[in-house]
């Protein structure tokens, strides 16, 4: 099993930064077992479907990230400490959701389903 618990977000106006974190716990992720999970982030606007936002491989090498939020948001991970990191920047008042960290064995993309979710937080952007 693994557990993800996510950090940061919050309440900005259009033009502001924000941060995300999510750590990783769990024997499944002990060692150095972390590196075997894709990790992604996620996210549900209110009424719309969930929407990928970005990806990191397994060594954080490669990163993938969607059309909305390309060149503004940058995903990042730490092998050694278990995390993953989304930072947001020139957020939008349409980058208001609650957004979910994710991890799989598999690569993650817009139509993955991850076997493991953080428990989401929320980020509004006003205009």
């Known amino acids: 099993q693994v557990q993800l618990v996510q950090s940061g977000g919050g309440m900005v106006q259009a033009g502001d930064s924000l941060s995300l974190s999510c750590t990783a716990s769990?024997?499944?992720?002990?060692?150095?077992?972390?590196?075997?999970?894709?990790m992604g982030w996620y996210r549900r606007a209110p009424g719309q479907e969930r929407e990928f936002v970005a990806a990191?491989?397994?060594?954080?090498?490669?990163?993938y990230y969607s059309d909305s939020v390309k060149g503004r948001f940058t995903i990042s991970r730490d092998n050694a400490r278990n995390t993953m990191g989304l930072q947001m920047n020139t957020l939008r008042p349409d980058d208001t959701a609650v957004y979910y960290c994710?991890?799989?064995?598999?690569?993650?993309?817009?139509?993955?389903?991850?076997?493991?979710w953080g428990q989401g937080t929320q980020v509004t952007v006003s205009s």
């Open positions: 994710a991890a799989d064995n598999a690569a993650l993309g817009p139509y993955s389903d991850p076997a493991y």
């Open positions: 769990g024997a499944a992720v002990s060692g150095h077992n972390f590196r075997s999970y894709f």
């Open positions: 990191v491989s397994w060594s954080g090498g490669t990163t």
